[in-house]
């Protein structure tokens, strides 16, 4: 009987010893993880001023997205300056005026904590020439400023998608005046770390 004891506690002696080694090489395992990709799409509204008056004008656009990515594995903070040249007014509203753009891409995977938060806060350009020229400036609002003549809104949510890159989140800025979509697709892509 005291022989069966004292094997019963060697034993277990032996299997808490090796579960600890166990845990560190379980921990030590690929996991899991995500990067994330954001594209960018500009659209006119059926009723923007340059598809009423400018179709097949050529203009420009740049604009400011405010990103926030981070992680314990990789950080990133900053504000993104995307401009497009040469952009053709199409001649319905179903055609963009930006085809999609890859805006940011990260390198590094990390655990999965979330979105990037992006906001576009500015939208600048022109289309045309002369008179007909359309001048484009579309800022966000800010507490204790008058509203700006063509105010952007960010962060209308879209509803999910998916296409050749994968599942992505859709986010819209939209200027009131000018009616311009700069659309931001986040795509989540799987990978181990």
């Excluded at 005291?2 to 060697?10: E, I, L, M, S």
């Excluded at 006119?44 to 009423?52: F, M, R, T, V, Y």
């Excluded at 753009?101 to 390198?107: A, I, N, R, S, V």
Aim: hydrophobic residues 40%; glycine residues 10%.
């Amino acid at each position: 009987m005291r022989f069966g004891r004292q094997a019963f506690w060697y034993s277990l002696g032996l299997v808490l010893a090796g579960a600890a080694p166990l845990g560190e090489a379980a921990g030590q395992t690929q996991q899991l993880g995500v990067r994330h990709r954001i594209d960018v799409v500009v659209s006119a509204e059926p009723d923007a001023p340059i598809l009423q008056r400018l179709r097949w004008a050529k203009g420009e656009l740049s604009f400011t997205v405010r990103l926030s990515a981070n992680s314990k594995e990789s950080k990133f903070f900053g504000m993104l300056h995307p401009s497009f040249a040469d952009i053709v007014v199409p001649d319905k509203s179903d055609k963009p005026l930006v085809q999609q753009t890859k805006l940011w891409e990260e390198e590094v995977c990390h655990q999965r904590r979330g979105m990037p938060k992006v906001t576009v806060t500015q939208l600048g350009g022109h289309f045309g020439e002369g008179d007909g020229r359309i001048e484009i400036s579309g800022m966000n609002r800010h507490v204790g400023l008058l509203v700006p003549p063509d105010e952007l809104t960010p962060g209308i949510k879209l509803d999910q998608g998916s296409d050749n890159f994968g599942l992505f989140y859709g986010f819209r800025a939209q200027t009131r005046n000018s009616r311009l979509n700069v659309d931001l697709r986040i795509y989540p892509i799987d990978c181990f770390f």
